[in-house]
T-cell receptor
Framework: KAGVTQTPRYLIKTRGQQVTLSCSPI?????VSWYQQTPGQGLQFLFEYFSETQRNKGNFPGRFSGRQFSNSRSEMNVSTLELGDSALYLC?????????????FGSGTRLTVV | AQSVTQLGSHVSVSEGALVLLRCNYS??????LFWYVQYPNQGLQLLLK??????LVKGINGFEAEFKKSETSFHLTKPSAHMSDAAEYFC?????????????FGKGTKLSVIP
């Protein structure tokens, strides 16, 4: 079956702009999580959605937001981009979201802010 | 708050040698523990996990890890390294029980395999 699909794979934006990233989970998976990966901070949890509801949110400023649609696809948005937002953004899907069942990660979207 | 420490940001082994990647966690209650692997320009792949039961956990590609509560450790091992094992490895922890939806990752260990 198809894996987790993230689009686009690469993105270059200018400081101050906004960006929207997309994630399509594995068919049947209703939970989508987002993580930011940078060389300095490593992997950090952004938020998790289940059935269109945000259940958990990491320690990121309000410029980072997300949503989930009725078909479980998810988008995350970053407004007023800063140079420090340059990172690999990873989406993970699972059936119900509980960590003990493991997550399937997408290949990520690499965002570069110039 | 939970935290994960991976000793050694970079480990080099010879092909055929033992692989040992170290992970220690900090948690007030026994957590769930995971090892993920990341190949260049790819996402993370689950290698193995400990939730409950047997403390020695076997995963994919010949890897295994042992949960040692007294040492708060979950080290990853493989008896014989293969060139294809070269990648970055991440140890992660989460709360146990229902309602746990967030992973906390270590900084990662990059494994190099020397032919």
């Amino acid at each position: 079956k198809a894996g987790v699909t993230q689009t686009p794979r690469y993105l270059i934006k200018t400081r101050g702009q906004q960006v929207t990233l997309s994630c399509s989970p594995i068919s049947g998976h209703r939970s989508v999580s987002w993580y930011q990966q940078t060389p300095g901070q490593g992997l950090q949890f952004l938020f998790e959605y289940f059935s269109e509801t945000q259940r958990n949110k990491g320690n990121f400023p309000g410029r980072f937001s997300g949503r989930q649609f009725s078909n479980s696809r998810s988008e995350m948005n970053v407004s007023t981009l800063e140079l420090g937002d340059s990172a690999l953004y990873l989406c993970a899907s699972s059936v119900e979201g509980q960590t003990k069942y493991g997550y399937t990660f997408g290949s990520g979207t690499r965002l570069t802010v110039v | 708050a939970q935290s994960v420490t991976q000793l050694g940001s970079h480990v080099s082994v010879s092909e055929g040698a033992l692989v040992l990647l170290r992970c220690n966690y900090s948690s007030s209650v026994p957590p769930y523990l995971f090892w993920y692997v990341q190949y260049p320009n790819q996402g993370l792949q689950l290698l193995l996990k400990y939730t409950t039961g047997a403390t020695l956990v076997k995963g994919i590609n010949g890897f295994e890890a042992e949960f040692k509560k007294s040492e708060t450790s979950f080290h990853l091992t493989k008896p014989s390294a293969h060139m294809s094992d070269a990648a970055e490895y991440f140890c992660a922890v989460s709360d146990s029980g229902a309602g746990s939806y967030q992973l906390t990752f270590g900084k990662g260990t990059k494994l190099s395999v020397i032919p």
